[in-house]
């Protein structure tokens, strides 16, 4: 089992939290974005620099993830397809996609980038807090848990 990070977009408190844990359980975390990330020194943890262009980390994602690993998202298109590949994924925020909840999601994600092309203001998710990190490190540690 190996974990793989969108890392874009994922927030520092996240990739902390995934970095103790890459160590203390030894899987091994790969951390993929368009840019330059700094990791701290393990032989558990690593980071890929992919070319900037759209979807470029998450095409890597979905080339490089295998059956059982764990993918940290919040991109629900890239959780489809790494659900379809037999891989688990978490959001940043603690919630885990699956195969029973990830088309309903898909279709609200569609639904809501429709009403942003058609001109209605739609706004983000709120700030990352304490409980999103506190139920993104609970559910890690029972995964974890349960896969180890």
Not at 42 to 59: E, L, M, N, P, W
């Amino acid at each position: 089992m190996a974990i793989w990070v969108d890392a874009d977009a994922c927030p520092v408190a996240i990739k902390e939290i995934l970095f103790r844990a890459a160590d203390r359980r030894q899987i091994q975390l790969t951390l993929l974005a368009n840019h330059y990330l700094k990791t701290p020194p393990s032989k558990y943890i690593s980071s890929v620099q992919v070319s900037a262009g759209f979807d470029v980390a998450d095409d890597e994602i979905v080339k490089r993830v295998q059956a059982n690993d764990l993918v940290i998202t919040s991109d629900i298109p890239l959780a489809d397809e790494v659900i379809d590949k037999g891989a688990n994924v978490l959001s940043p925020r603690g919630e885990l996609f699956t195969k029973a909840n990830i088309k309903s999601r898909l279709n609200i994600r569609d639904f809501l980038d429709t009403m942003r092309a058609s001109g209605v203001q739609t706004s983000g998710p709120p700030p990352l807090n304490a409980s999103d990190k506190k139920a993104f490190a609970d559910h890690l540690d029972r995964y974890l848990q349960r896969q180890c």
